[in-house]
Structure formats: structure tokens, C-alpha cells
């Protein structure tokens, strides 16, 4: 599905803490008045925070998706880039947080500029849902628990 997106990830370092996406204009996601198409903006880098703290943080924790909200700052004429960070202060942060709470909820924002970064076309903030394994596992058998008859 990524594929389609018509973006590509240009840059990943060793320890996939940062990833550089390019999503390039073509004619595969041009709109009506001929700026990148809101749709492939969003898929350009809605799987990769998610992805990308699935493997750093390593298999111990669950994570999903759990909210975004996409704000289109100026119509986009050029190629856009994005790049995805965890420090590894945050992910210390996170792993404390869920051994004290069991589960959080992360916000994390990317932007979608320009090649330099001096304008930005588009914010998109977004919620992981972080949770221990174990607590998670468990908390899934006790709501089908109660599903059932």
C-alpha cells in the first residue's frame, strides 16, 4: 500500500531512530488545480511513526495508531520531505512512562516541507497508542471476556 502512496523513503539510519521520506509531485497525485492531493500527503507518512517505534522500542511493548489530524498550511507545487525522529531521550521517556502507567498515549508531529525545510506545506500531529505487552494482552481477554455471552 506505501507504494501507492507515491512516496519513498530516501534515508534511514542504522538505528532507525530517523527516517527522510521524499513524495514526490506527478501526475499519480496531482489534484484538480494541480497541487499534491491532501489523500497522498497523509499517506506519505501516516505508517511510519508507528512502524518506526514498533522496531526502536522493541517487542515488549504494543503500539498502534490512535488518532492524527492532518493541517494543510499552503498548496504544494514541489516535491515534499519529511523526517521521522526518536531521540533516544524520548524513547527512555516512553519505556518509564509505560512501566509506571502500563499504557500511554504518545503525540508525535511531522512536517511536510520543502527540500531545505523553510516552508512547510503540511503538519500532521498524530497520537501512538504505547502499552505493555503483558498489560495489554491481558486487558484484551478481560473486554472479550465480557463480550461474550
Not at 14 to 38: A, C, M, P, Q, T
Not at 119 to 127: H, V
Request: net charge positive; aromatic share 10%; proline share 3%.
Amino acid at each position: 500500500m506505501y507504494r501507492r502512496s507515491t512516496a519513498r523513503i530516501i534515508e534511514v539510519s542504522e538505528d532507525i531512530s530517523r527516517i527522510r521520506v521524499r513524495l514526490k509531485i506527478s501526475w499519480k497525485n496531482k489534484n484538480y488545480v494541480g497541487s499534491i492531493f491532501g489523500g497522498s500527503m497523509f499517506a506519505a507518512v501516516d505508517p511510519i511513526p508507528m512502524v518506526q517505534l514498533i522496531n526502536i522500542i522493541g517487542e515488549d511493548y504494543v503500539v498502534w495508531d490512535k488518532a492524527a489530524q492532518i493541517n494543510f498550511k499552503r498548496p504544494a507545487r514541489e516535491h515534499l520531505y519529511a523526517t521521522f525522529e526518536f531521540t533516544d531521550e524520548e524513547i527512555e521517556a516512553i519505556k518509564k512512562q509505560v512501566a509506571e502507567t502500563f499504557e500511554i498515549e504518545h503525540p508525535k508531529k511531522t512536517l511536510l516541507t520543502n527540500k531545505d525545510g523553510s516552508a512547510i506545506f503540511c503538519e500532521i500531529d498524530k497520537t501512538l497508542y504505547i502499552a505493555d505487552k503483558a498489560y495489554y494482552k491481558k486487558k484484551r481477554a478481560e473486554k472479550e471476556k465480557k463480550l461474550r455471552p
